[in-house]
C-alpha cells in the first residue's frame, strides 16, 4: 500500500504542476492532437489532450497533453498539435514531465520523441508559465 499512496502524491504533483491545462481546462479527448508510437505496442499507450482554462486557452489554442503507458516495455512516442491546438503554444514548444520526475525536461516539437518507461505516465505542455 506505501507504493500506491507515494505514487499517488507523485500523480497528484503532476497534475498541480499543469493544473492549467488538466485541472482548469478543458478535456478535450483525442481532439487537439495527433499521438504516434515510433516503438512499443501502441495498444498500451493512453492519452488525452486539454486546453488551457481561461481565454488564454480558448484564443490562442494553448494545449497540454498527458500520456500514460500501461505495458511492461517502453514507448517512444510523438506527439503532434493538431485540430484546435495546431499553431498554438505548443507548437512553439514545450516541456515534458513524467510522474516520477520533479525537473521538467524540454520537448522540441513534433519531430521529437518522448520516452514513456513501463507503467509510467507523464504530461506535455507549452513553454509558457501556468497561469
Known amino acids: 500500500m506505501p507504493a500506491t499512496m507515494s505514487y499517488g502524491a507523485r500523480m497528484h504533483a503532476l497534475r498541480l504542476d ?36 481561461g481565454a488564454a486557452g480558448a484564443a490562442g489554442g494553448s494545449c497540454g497533453v498527458v500520456l500514460a503507458n500501461y505495458g511492461e516495455a517502453p514507448l517512444v512516442v510523438t506527439v503532434t498539435p493538431a485540430g484546435e491546438c495546431a499553431g498554438g503554444a505548443l507548437d512553439r514548444g514545450g516541456r515534458w514531465r513524467l510522474v516520477d520526475d520533479t525537473a521538467w525536461a524540454a520537448w522540441g516539437g513534433a519531430a521529437a520523441q518522448l520516452t514513456l518507461p513501463p507503467l509510467s505516465a507523464g504530461a506535455l505542455i507549452p513553454t509558457e508559465k501556468a497561469a
Open 18 to 53: 499543469a493544473r492549467r491545462w488538466v485541472w482548469d481546462g478543458e478535456y478535450r479527448s483525442h481532439a487537439g492532437a495527433a499521438v504516434g508510437v515510433a516503438s512499443g505496442d501502441a495498444s498500451e499507450l493512453r492519452w488525452s489532450a486539454f486546453r488551457a482554462g
